[in-house]
């Protein structure tokens, strides 16, 4: 998971530090590392990346001061290939005929197929992000016009790729055909935008204007948006319905559904497929399962309540893994409140299980606190698939859901019961068509065609 | 406000990683620096400070390292004197008599007029913290044992302080005989633990044993707890019921009330008070109004909802207040959620109003996002006087119900109703008799004999 | 001007610190950035790099924890490019064929050629650096083995290189056929050496074998040294003088000259050639000009002194060119002792005259101090022409011997009389054949067939 | 050792970044921590101090940007104590009747006396420094002016102090009554200075006016200089002879001698006394014998030659004491020039053996370079006896003329020949009358009445 943010002002005025107040409101889609490209008076591409969080590797008031009216920046979720700076986004290149900068969100399922052919060709890659075989396979086609060779160059990829970029002085946004992951455009006075997620927008001031249509290339220049389409015929479309249960931020829209509402109406559907009449209180794994056990409490009757204080400065502060903090566990992050615990029932929501571990421990936790009975309740169906579209899934032998089935699990994490809603409930709470949205990670149906390890250019 | 944290192993057992994680749960009472102190083997006091959150301030693994048995520490909280190190605590004094170590929270009301007085007999004081009067107290007592000498001292106080202190090898704890601040007692194993709040035990696995009592000194040394009085006679008790209206964490409990117990209980009694029965929805200031506005949510009937989204990165980013951060204003921090707001009668709960600025923006953005109208609803009296006693409110001018009765703090704000509880509320939802909560913030009742400027030694 | 070291041990034993500290012997070639690249257990390679001097840009205890036993190093000199980390060397490429890492002393002549040809090929330069053309040549012969691709790499390339490189888990040197710069061989037990000067094998306590001949090409493996030929036929040597006159440290040997020796020769002409009978005392420029002042002193009979005493924490502090102190000028560094200048007729001698700015300075102080005349000596002949092969010199119009005659120059700087050695008296001093030695910064006579702008590949 | 510096302007303008280019001078008088304490424009004193070169412990930029006129400064050198930053200068104190800065060159040989007396009086100590007890002084006669208060404090003392202090807006410089240390003063237009040495006197642009005598006050003010005398008689001067010989920088003027001049006659003088005709060169130790070598060769006729090289990063750079560093040794700082040592018969001269093993090293490298013979010549006498006046001597046994006769030193650290001057020689060099310079660490004849334990106050 990534996200990235552009920003072109018409008449040429500063816009950097809305690309930096941008990648503040999207942190949450990543933490690794943070950058901003940016075209300078004399048309060339400048970028400054640093590892962490956004203002700790960037300078807000250094970008507030530099004239430049067309930036692009990004930030970058920790995966296994490690934190090294090399990888830190945007990429540029700089050739004779000009400069570009690149940000992506996603994860190009046939990159490593397309780098081995452009090295023998004699191309030297410099990061280890799939990132940058767009850029090379642009300056195999150095005898195009760059937006063409842009243009061109979508063709030969497959997988997932929401993009931002500066071509030529213009920003440049293209998302692929299946349209995995989230972009949409926004503007403010003289200022057009695309963002990862209509959050970023709100923090900016900007209106909230359309998504990028899957498929669609949109170039932003001094007379205004011109839409292109990518070559290639997508069958169906894949939009990712775990931005819905858990990534993207509460505020956003994204395809015209509040995720906040989709997250509330999840809670109610899982109400309804797995009632727990008898307990005395809902409460919400903080803070992933607090929205939708609101629709759960909503739907069931129950009463909401907080019955686990997370510390609030757990993130902002770092704990050395000790001996001692080992021993201490959960109790670090989380404190339960005795005197609503005690004797009672309780349903515990959240948004997924991945490995099971921190699922446990919570139960652990309350049932230690004096809990009768724990019932859990999980707002998605369960994930036996990994991810290979840009979200950081654990192998197959880790994710609890592909080795048990759900009373192995329930026995597992110690839960009285254990629950999950249906696939179908949750297409209807999004609310899209149900041709739209990837679910890959429940089902396993990953989009036609992929995987392939040969490609002909 | 500051909280403070003590750890005495009877076997001498390392004790110093606890201390550090205690003030990591204490971490909400103070940001601007941490420190901890404690008796190395050969019986000296060392210290360790830094400005910033305890994760900057301290470094964990160096603690976790040091082979003490006995330690104290301390968060600060910002206030006016300026964030400089030399004010950090725990404050040491070493002399030929050997060496002390001294943590507070509170506030000393006589401390100038002690100051004036040790100084004109030739004290140099080295900070600016009313603390350090202490250490001069017991320097000038230098034929005295040093216990007999701070326990003397104790007599010369007025005010708030709740201690905790290292004096010839033991840990000793001591409490204002009116009971300003919290502090409790816990234990491990052979860990004895003292902290500001219950959570910080919680968080190191210690047990809850008792609060330490108004004027009581608890000394713990190897054959355990040993218990003082303070030989000032307090007419009455004062225990701030600030703490619970919005300064200790939820998940504590103060004199055996849980903090989130009380706060529900405040959101039942302000539906009571001040109902507000046509209204579509109800909200909570986040994050200092979620828990009395879902008890207002559950005694009014009205369905409980979050309609703003805090940046949950604020706070751990700190972001320039540049020029087009300030036009963006409360942007930055909140995102109202359009879908669940337009249109609709919103009661938004928060814990009190002091400037009444944050309550201003507030109103002012959910109802640029589409509100019919909009309520406010005050779990607390009106905050009218100045805390002398540890609480760092500002001056009465800039107390807005010092200046406004409540309809003109209505329109001031603009919001279409305004109303809050009564003290009486605010007794009845804390539960412990009425002569036993400090209301002076509310009601103007200081302490007896306090604010004298000359002091008798 | 760059500094390079490297050092592979044939029993694998960890190598890594003696780059670290080849690297501290060679600082004064390089203060912009420091880098070091290694393999790996893997057969990967690694590196490091980082901006200012060596102990700031590296972590010496890092290197010295990882066991491997080949390795290169690299200091760089700041030129007008700028200081940026991307243009630290080592710079290394991966591909499928294995990675490679080099460090480059010295300046590719038509490297601006040769990047235009392969951008038009589609290669992606990421860095400023000329040298970064050797890894595309050799990434563009991805059918060959790479120590092939590398040496029909290098028949491409003019001007002038020093290479250290990693290929195929061998240590590789190469010097251009002209012999510019540098490059000797060391051994100590069964770690091998290369560095730019003889004092850096002193420093790690390897003993001298030879130098790499102008045009060799030295492949270091388990089976020890193994020498080729670049396959380009040079007309002439062109070893550069000034590294003589003023670039090496004067304990390293050259060609089998002492540079120490060479420069008291250099004063020894200089006494001869322009003489200063009347003067009292002679004294150095600290510290260019010091062991050429001693060769004058001693050929004169005139007595050494030193008059001007540096700071010797300049270049340690970092002072601000506040107004203050550019006030204050020169003063900031130097300290005339007046004791010993007042009433005195001076000879001041330098290595050479740039801007002339320095010189000038220098002699208003001294004046100032109360000499009664001063005589300025420089120990090479007048700098007129801009170096192409790796020196840092200012353009022509900035030299100031480009624009003035030695008489109009003497009265621009304000010394009573100034005089330089000749081209011929220079060469003698060396030592060398007349035909081994670059003069082209004092006689504008460049090396043939230069400065093309096409390519052939 | 430590450096201080003041500076007072007449009217008011700005003085720090003067007072921060003094220390800067000043900086081979410590290099543990500097600081600056000023008035500020409100009558307060304010102090900033950090650890560390001058440039890393001081921001040059902030103190040019204060609108001070009257600052002092302190640059203190690593002792036992360790280098804490409590023990930093300057110091303050502040108290109802004003606040009072002080820096401190020297040692108070009774400072541990006067310091159990003021704790059992109720003092609090701070700092480990001795400095502190003079502040205690003062505030213990709180009754009294306070300039009065620091002139009787001074009454007390025993042992070297040469101070700086702001003491109610004026600049106060005292020197004990036996004139250990240095302390001149200078002025410049409107600022008048005071300094350790000259050379800082010369940096700011400052003339020389004169030394502060022994047993003196001199009080600045907007009406300019004002001298008192210290209450107390000295039998005899003691003026250091080890800043002419080794510790104060060359271009430094002591007491109306130059320390160039005095240290080349120490030269000529070691020439006399121990000759060492049939020797082909004589050398420095760098840096500490290269002037007092120039004058040996003078008076000798021997060349005078540079035969080590001293990496001039040595000291900018820290290289850490690994295993492999410790192997190298000596070689890390130092290179022979093997052309000049081979075969060759040659004289070092150095200012002192202390320890006696930098001398043995240098020894073994010029032998191991082919000298066929060593001969050290030492420009003092022998260094027999600790220093209690402020010089960081070891302790006895670990002073190798302590514990050795002549002959077994030169066997000790094998020299062919080894010799040094005598006091009387020394006397004579300086040209200071006998009676004024103290020799203590040579002949053991301390000061009378030293090392009282006990006080009268």
Redesign the interface.
């Known amino acids: 998971m990534c996200g990235i943010f552009g920003a072109f002002s018409t008449k040429g005025g500063p816009v950097l ?2 690309v930096y ?1 941008g990648l ?2 999207l ?2 889609r990543g933490q690794e590392s943070a950058g901003v490209a940016w075209i300078n008076s004399g048309g060339n591409v400048h970028a400054l990346k640093g590892t962490g ?3 700790l590797a960037l300078n ?2 250094q970008l ?1 001061s530099i004239n430049s009216g067309c930036g692009i920046g990004h930030v970058r979720y920790s995966t296994a290939g490690g934190s090294e700076l090399t990888n830190a986004q945007p990429l540029t ?5 000009g400069a570009v900068a690149i940000a992506h969100n996603g994860n190009l399922t046939n990159a490593p197929a397309i780098q ?1 052919y452009l ?8 990061s280890k992000t799939d990132t940058e075989v767009i ?2 396979l642009m ?4 005898h195009k016009k760059r937006l063409d060779a842009f243009v061109d160059s979508l063709r030969k990829l497959q997988g997932a790729y929401s993009l931002a970029l500066i071509i030529d002085n213009r920003l440049v946004a293209a998302r692929d055909p299946w349209g995995f992951r989230p972009l949409v455009i926004g503007k403010r006075d003289d200022v057009y935008y695309i963002a990862s997620e209509s ?1 970023a927008l ?4 900007g209106e909230f204007i359309r998504d990028v249509e899957p498929g669609e290339i949109v170039v932003i220049g001094e007379k205004g948006i011109q839409s292109l389409r990518i070559p290639v015929k997508a069958p169906e479309k894949f939009t990712c319905s775990f931005e819905f249960v858990y990534f993207a ?3 956003s ?1 994204i395809h015209g559904r ?1 995720v ?2 989709v997250r509330k109406a999840l809670g109610r559907k899982l109400a309804e497929r797995a009632p727990c009449p008898d307990a005395d209180l809902v409460t919400g794994m903080p ?1 992933s399962g607090t ?1 939708a056990a ?1 629709g759960f409490a ?1 739907a069931s009757g129950l ?4 019955v686990v ?1 997370r ?3 757990v ?6 893994p ?1 001996q ?2 080992r ?2 566990g959960v ?2 992050k989380l ?3 005795r ?2 615990i005690k004797d009672k029932k309780i349903v515990i929501v959240d948004d997924s299980i991945v490995r099971g571990t921190t699922c446990q421990r919570m139960i652990a936790m309350i049932k230690e606190a004096g809990a009768k009975e724990v019932h859990v309740r999980i707002s998605s169906p369960p994930v036996r698939f990994p991810c290979y579209y840009g979200i950081d899934t654990p192998t197959r032998e880790e994710l609890a859901a592909a080795r048990m089935d759900i009373k192995q699990l329930e026995k597992q994490v110690e839960a009285d019961t254990l629950d999950y809603i249906t696939e179908k409930d949750l297409i209807e709470a999004i609310g899209l068509p149900v041709s739209h949205s990837c679910t890959a990670c429940f089902s396993g149906s990953y989009m036609e065609g992929d995987h392939s390890d040969e490609m002909e250019l």
């Open positions: 530090e809305d107040l503040y409101a942190q949450h969080l956004v203002h807000q008031q507030a290149a700089t050739s004779s005929r081995n090295e023998s060709r004699g191309a030297i890659f410099q850029l090379h300056a195999h086609q150095s959050c709100d923090l900016v001031g931020r509460p505020d829209v509040s906040y509402e803070d929205i609101m909503e009463p909401y309540e907080k204080v510390n609030r400065y993130g902002r502060t770092f704990i050395e000790t001692r903090v021993e201490l109790r670090i404190n339960p409140i005197e609503m």
